[in-house]
């Protein structure tokens, strides 16, 4: 009696002639998702990212968030405590105030984009200079930095609107120039980190320009730090620019915006407190989430 054992198949076919796995680049969305997943599995960081996205969304498209008009009055219902008609109160002209907080994250956020946008530009310009020549351009540019880190951010944004006029975009501007330092420091010690980096040595080695080897190897690397402070920043730029509103360089009345109403209230703070309360809760809500954002990208990052 013989047993039929089925031996094992040897494939002959030449290894060069097989079909090879073919090894597919993943996409920014799949690398963005792969690394937000994580980070939406957090409560906190789940209830941060919609508190953000609403405020972002007041900005865009205030009107589909509220009915009321955020510049007519009713006198007969001023200083109105919070109710299910009024969600927020109303100021001491009968105005809407939750409608007027909707329709100032445009004017505030704008401002602080702004802010950002500048300090972005001036911080990346200065960072990457001051990393790359280095020398005695790297220190004459790190002294100016140091002399910039040293006045106090909101002295000196109120120098600057002072010097150019009030109005949102002159406080922006101020407010921008003052976090440049901040910038132009985290991006040169990314680029004196990266700049260093085996790979960067063997694209110079290459053949490639200083200029390629830039903007291929090291501002996309160093990109990541940089984002993190300009979420942080962004909170910081909100506050400033509300600060400033609120001592009276911002935006003229009657416009809504974020400091001007924490402004408006601080004259009933006894009778209606709502008035300057909510508005700053809310504020306070926007950039403790953006806080959280950034903290929490940059731990997940490591």
């Known amino acids: 009696m013989t047993l039929d054992i089925p031996l094992p198949q040897i494939d002959s076919t030449p290894a060069a002639s097989r079909p090879a796995d073919t ?58 405590g919070p109710s299910a008609v009024h969600w927020f109160g109303t100021d001491e002209l009968g105005r809407d105030l939750y409608t007027r907080v909707v329709y100032g994250a445009r004017l505030s956020v704008l401002a602080a984009l702004l802010a950002v946008a500048i300090a972005l530009l001036g911080g990346l310009g200065l960072g990457v200079l001051a990393g790359f020549a280095g020398g005695r351009l790297d220190a004459a540019l790190m002294r100016l930095v140091d002399v910039l880190l040293a006045l106090p951010g909101l002295l000196l944004a109120l120098a600057i609107v002072t010097a150019i006029g009030f109005g949102t975009v002159p406080v922006a501007v101020a407010v921008g120039v003052g976090i440049i330092p901040g910038f132009a420091r985290t991006t040169r010690a990314e680029v004196l980190r990266i700049k260093t980096l085996p790979y960067v040595e063997a694209a110079r080695l290459g053949g490639a320009s200083w200029a390629r080897t830039l903007l291929r190897h090291v501002l996309p690397n160093a990109w990541g730090p940089v984002a993190v402070l300009a979420t942080l920043d962004f909170g910081a730029a909100i506050l400033a620019t509300a600060g400033l509103s609120f001592l009276g360089f911002g935006a003229a009345p009657p416009a809504a915006e974020w400091g001007t109403l924490i402004a408006n209230g601080r004259h009933f703070l006894i009778t209606a407190p709502w008035v300057s309360l909510l508005p700053g809760l809310f504020v306070v809500a926007v950039v403790f989430s953006l806080n959280h954002l950034a903290r929490s990208a940059e731990e997940h990052a490591r």
């Open 23 to 80: 090894w597919k680049r993943r996409t920014r969305w799949q690398r963005a998702q792969q690394a937000l997943v994580p980070l939406l599995r957090r409560p906190g960081f789940t209830l941060a990212l919609l508190v953000v996205l609403f405020a972002l969304l007041c900005a865009l498209v205030p009107h589909w968030l509220s009915s009321f008009d955020p510049y007519a009055t009713a006198p007969a219902a001023k200083l109105s």
